[in-house]
């Protein structure tokens, strides 16, 4: 399994001289796995380039995985290119709310005066599902949404091929009223997702002094994404869903800050960057 980052940033784009080395673009990952088919996860404008890196040359299907619908994590879809060929079977996978199914939501964002185009006037051949609640299959990959603590319906996702297993939880706050150190993990929201996985991508939004003003706003302090690493003993930690206030240079800071909580003996943790390239083993 291979996945490349299209986009790390959080909340909103943030392009410009501060952000060159590790992107501005919003969130959006690419997944490959052994059969080569595109599985994309997050919608946010790092999409675009996605879409355009493609070329021609793009698959008949794609599965998109969102894990919700906040602006910073779909506004890229309409911009993402084999939406517009109706050669393409498009799969967009994600979770409904208490009373609407994800392509109602989906529909909302695609319409006037939003966007000017209707959902059901794309060209490529959509199919939209609500992610089920048990593991699904794509291709030779295990796939596994679950809920996590961010505001509005969120998930994160799990996925599996062979023993690699590559989580993705963006947006998080697992220590919202919770005392990560101290409580058994099978109650820290994301857990399952992550234990044991060979990356996981997570939300590392705050430094501690932030996150104290932001306690209930759905993301991680350094300490928080760190502490919830080492309990689910992954074995490559990588910091996403950079603020767009932090320029690379705080963001590099902050990672000195983590790799003292993560321990200067352990490898495994590192800054997300668009264009990183990663190997799942």
Request: aromatic residues 8%; negative net charge; glycine residues 8%.
């Amino acid at each position: 399994m291979h996945a490349k980052i299209w986009g790390c940033r959080g909340s909103l784009a943030a392009p410009g001289p501060e952000t060159i080395r590790y992107g501005g673009n919003t969130s959006c990952v690419e997944v490959r796995p052994s059969d080569e088919r595109l599985i994309v996860i997050d919608a946010g404008t790092g999409i675009r380039n996605l879409g355009v890196a493609l070329g021609k040359d793009r698959p008949s299907r794609i599965d998109i995985l969102l894990t919700h619908l906040h602006l910073d994590h779909i506004e890229g879809l309409g911009f993402f290119l084999p939406i517009w060929d109706p050669e393409v079977e498009l799969h967009i996978w994600g979770p409904a709310s208490p009373i609407r199914s994800l392509e109602q939501d989906l529909t909302r964002y695609f319409s006037p005066p939003l966007f000017p185009i209707h959902l059901e006037d794309i060209p490529a051949d959509l199919h939209v599902h609500d992610v089920p609640p048990d593991d699904w299959a794509l291709g030779p990959l295990t796939a596994r949404a679950e809920k996590v603590n961010h505001p509005g319906p969120t998930v994160g996702y799990r996925l599996e091929e062979d023993d690699k297993v590559f989580t993705y939880i963006s947006d998080h706050e697992p220590a919202l009223g919770v005392d990560l150190a101290s409580v058994s993990p099978d109650w820290i929201s994301g857990y399952a997702l992550a234990q044991g996985a060979a990356v996981l991508l997570h939300d590392s939004q705050y430094t501690e002094d932030e996150y104290e003003r932001r306690v209930g706003w759905g993301h991680s302090s350094i300490r928080h994404m760190v502490t919830f690493g080492l309990i689910a003993k992954v074995r490559r930690l990588l910091m996403f869903h950079h603020d767009p206030l932090h320029s690379d240079d705080q963001l590099e800071a902050m990672l000195d800050e983590a790799r003292a909580m993560w321990g200067s003996e352990r490898d495994g943790l590192e800054l997300s960057y668009e264009g990183m390239e990663i190997d799942v083993a």
